[in-house]
């Protein structure tokens, strides 16, 4: 396969930068051409740069040229390290759950995916403090259904009654409560930055490459040579802006991977793609999630779970006992301004610490400790990740939408679109489904478990 995008790359220029060998210093510029664009260097982009390596094979492990571009360098910005860092089986889609439990055992054994030899084991702090779902008697029924639907799937998760709460946290207020499900393996949360860190270590040293910079524009050929098929368009060129500059370079190319996030969709406005081939759009936001951190000494404790109530609100420890984190969704209507990163602290004290005060008595007498926002690459469509090629550009591949689940299901996914890159098909997992199809067809896969 490496040897085909090799094929299809349009001819350099003579006296053009050449390939940076695996471990020397990388170029600040990127290489005149790939085998592969990865546009986003998140842990989705990152993942499938590593499996793209991992699955071409030990004697072709330095044929194919894998190119991650990321405009942040600092992730300062970055979904990834600015999630609150949890990992579930609970899901109402069956993908999903097979994405988390994929997931669940690469975690489990990362070292033996991610480790570098000479470098110190991964610890990415792993918590196995389980998902805690309550569910109000009108959504009883729903979650009742989901968590069969996990069982099917393998997940081990438990129903739990009022009662059977109340023994098992008697903290907690299930005075509204009709039901309650909670993962008894393979959920908890840990640190998002080493999981990134050790993604990104690993792959280089298989030979992936990386710059800074921004990819803003294309340069595609139309195919119209068909009368009985639709047009269609690939693209030869992503124009990568460097940093603070209006240089920008030409990177020849064979396939575009768009893992930009929460600038997904907007990345298939940029100049240079034909317009009338990149419908539908792709349905893909920047929607601006608040965490907040809190000290309560006589709260749940270290045996609290990843607690999400009726409510929408959410909350987990974190770290030394009496220290918390949460949040909560807003609703569609009163969604925050997602052009920076501000924190609205009045959301906190009007709309979740009520809701986390009624759950938890305890948590009246919480003390605010600090908070931050970041971003859900928010799918408006049905808020699953789209995954797979595009219908009418034939060498874009896309690899976002996740709404929040992106880094619990960035193993898996990276997986399964290397799969369908290198070998043309899904293999260990079928995700056929979240593909562009169902935007074309307008058929959503609604997900109920989206927090």
């Known amino acids: 396969m490496a040897q085909t995008l090799r094929d299809q790359l349009p001819a350099s220029g003579s006296g053009g930068r050449g390939w940076v060998p695996p471990g020397t210093h990388p170029d600040p510029r990127p290489p005149d ?6 546009v986003g260097g998140g842990v989705v982009g990152w993942s499938v740069a590593y499996w793209l390596k991992v699955l071409e094979g030990w004697r072709r492990r330095h044929g194919m040229r894998v190119l991650v571009v990321e405009r942040d360098p600092t992730y300062s910005r970055a979904s990834t390290v600015l999630s609150a860092g949890g990992i579930r089986q609970q899901f109402s889609l069956p993908e999903n759950i097979q994405m988390s439990r994929f997931s669940a055992s690469f975690l489990r054994n990362i070292n033996e995916y991610l480790g570098v030899p000479n470098e110190p084991p991964i610890d990415i702090q792993f918590r196995p403090g389980g998902y805690l779902f309550l569910a109000s008697p009108q959504n009883a029924a729903a979650l009742e259904a989901a968590v069969q639907l996990q069982r099917d799937e393998g997940a081990q998760v438990t129903l739990l009654s009022p009662t059977q709460l109340k023994e098992k946290y008697p903290w907690m207020n299930t005075e509204d409560v009709a039901v309650a499900s909670y993962g008894l393996e393979d959920e908890g949360w840990f640190d998002p930055w080493t999981l990134l860190n050790a993604f990104r270590r690993k792959a280089t040293s298989l030979g992936v490459q990386s710059c800074s910079g921004e990819v803003r524009a294309f340069v595609t050929s139309t195919n119209y040579m068909m009368a009985s098929a639709p047009p269609s368009a690939r693209i030869k060129y992503v124009h990568v802006h460097m940093p603070d500059s209006l240089e920008y370079q030409p990177v020849a190319c064979a396939i575009v991977v768009n893992a930009a996030g929460a600038w997904a969709g907007k990345l298939l406005e940029a100049e240079g793609l034909p317009r009338g081939l990149c419908q539908p759009a792709l349905p893909i936001q920047p929607r601006k999630r608040y965490v907040f951190t809190w000290h309560c000494p006589n709260g749940p404790g270290l045996s609290c779970p990843f607690l999400i109530d009726t409510s929408g609100a959410y ?4 770290g030394a006992a009496g220290n918390y984190l949460g949040g909560m969704s807003p609703p569609e209507e009163e969604e925050p301004d997602p052009s920076d990163l501000s924190v609205d602290h009045d959301y906190f004290q009007e709309q979740i610490w009520p809701r986390l005060a009624r759950r938890v008595p305890a948590f009246e007498s919480l003390k605010v400790r600090g908070s931050w926002a970041g971003y859900y690459d928010y799918n ?25 689940h992106g880094l619990q299901h960035a193993p898996a996914a990276g997986m399964a679109l290397a799969e369908l890159l290198l070998r043309g098909r899904y293999e260990t997992l079928d995700l056929r489904r979240l593909g562009w199809d169902r935007l074309l067809d307008g058929e959503p896969l609604q997900e109920l478990g989206v927090v």
């Not at 051409?33 to 990865?38: L, P, Q, S, Y």
Request: charged content about 20%; overall charge negative; cysteine-free.
């Open 315 to 318: 909350f987990r420890p974190d």
């Open 380 to 404: 408006t469509f049905d808020q699953n990740p789209v995954l797979g090629p595009h219908p009418r550009l034939e060498n874009l591949f896309s690899a976002a939408g996740f709404s929040g």
């Open 33 to 38: 051409e790939a085998d592969v664009v990865v």
